[in-house]
């Protein structure tokens, strides 16, 4: 596996580099110039043409030809090499294995999705992870990192898995440090839902506020407010589906009663989606009354499946709580865009602090 070949990774991920590279990502093909960059960032000009020299040098930038000047000799401009480095995003869900490559724009360039049994045991789990990684790698150079997510609750900060609703076994486990030393890179460890939120919000609106719910093998949420994921102090934020929402109801996995995500799985599980629905909808307007935010997205293999009667039905609980309280109803919506949510949002985990994203 080729990793950080070519890339100076810490110099790449200073403040004043990640400036100059946010600018030339939003940039795109066009290109900007180095008096633009100055302009934007504060840099002087003299910063900005050693931080875009070295990034020539190294390949993550290049000329995108000429602007005419208002006055003086035509402005260069400057353009992001996205194929000058790579990061890894995996989505490790209950009962598989996504793993995905993308860009620096975050434009993915392979996929793989494996089987897998999340209560196989570590060392199973992860040599099926870097089996996966190695493939997907195996042609690039400048692999910057990997980006892991998988089902909460877990400790971001530290990378430590909490107790997995079902896979108890987890609790404690390493795994960000045990999979780096593994993959030979740097791994950053997050929730499921997360890191679908986060790739959104990298596609959405400056200061959106949403809550993303996914319904797959379990249900979660992901929470973007003021157009930042919320984490939470102790990067609990989230928990969505181990709220209780009917007292002395049936038994969770996580050891409660009435949860959302029994409820609601049970509902799936008997065919009754309408139902199902209901229920999340129940959660979500919770969602909206605690948070004020501005839409809710849906995604999950469950609502990939049956769009139809999530939006519909999750929609038509909302509308009704605003109705109610004379306010206007909060949109909701399939989160498209993407075939892997949270496999390439987990692989902007890495890209992110690299644009100061």
């Known amino acids: 596996m080729n990793s950080t070949t070519g890339i100076n990774l810490p110099a790449l991920r200073s403040h004043n580099t990640a400036?100059?590279?946010?600018?030339?990502?939003?940039?795109g093909e066009a290109g900007i110039s180095r008096l633009e960059i100055a302009e934007r960032t504060g840099l002087t000009p003299q910063a900005v043409s050693k931080i875009t020299a070295r990034l020539r040098a190294e390949g993550v930038a290049a000329d995108a030809g000429r602007r005419a000047s208002t006055g003086g000799k035509p402005r260069t401009l400057l353009r992001l090499v996205p194929g000058a480095a790579h990061a890894v995003g995996l989505h490790l869900d209950r009962d598989e294995l996504t793993t995905v490559l993308v860009d620096l724009s975050g434009a993915?360039?392979?996929?793989?999705?494996f089987p897998l049994d999340l209560g196989a045991g570590a060392e199973s789990v992860m040599a099926a992870v870097a089996r996966e990684v190695a493939a997907v790698t195996a042609r690039v150079d400048g692999v910057l990192g990997a980006g892991a997510a998988m089902p909460g609750p877990l400790d971001h900060a530290t990378g430590v898995p909490h107790r997995v609703t079902g896979f108890p076994e987890w609790n404690g486990f390493p795994l960000r440090d045990t999979l780096a030393r593994r993959l030979g890179l740097p791994?950053?460890?997050d929730k499921d839902t997360n890191a679908a939120a986060l790739g959104l919000a990298l596609r959405g609106g400056a200061g959106d506020s949403f809550a993303y719910l996914h319904l797959g093998t379990g249900l979660g949420a992901g929470l973007v407010l003021g157009g930042a994921l919320y984490r939470g102090a102790r990067t609990g934020a989230g928990e969505f589906g181990h709220q209780t929402v009917q007292l002395d109801g049936p038994p969770c996995d996580c050891g409660g009663r009435g949860c959302l995500e029994a409820l609601c799985l049970a509902a799936v599980a008997r065919g009754d989606l309408a139902e199902a629905a209901r229920v999340l909808g129940a959660g979500a307007a919770n969602l909206a009354g605690l948070l004020d935010i501005d839409r809710v997205l849906l995604g999950g293999r469950v609502i990939g499946s049956a769009a139809e009667p999530f939006v519909r039905g999750v929609g038509a609980v909302l509308a009704e709580r605003a109705e109610r309280g004379g306010e206007r109803p909060v949109p909701v919506v399939l989160a498209h865009g993407t075939p892997h949510p949270v496999a390439e949002g987990a692989a902007q985990l890495i890209l992110a602090p690299v644009f100061g994203l």
């Open 19 to 27: 400036l100059v590279l946010g600018l030339l990502r939003t940039a």
């Open 108 to 113: 993915p360039v392979a996929a793989r999705t």
């Open 187 to 189: 791994v950053v460890l």
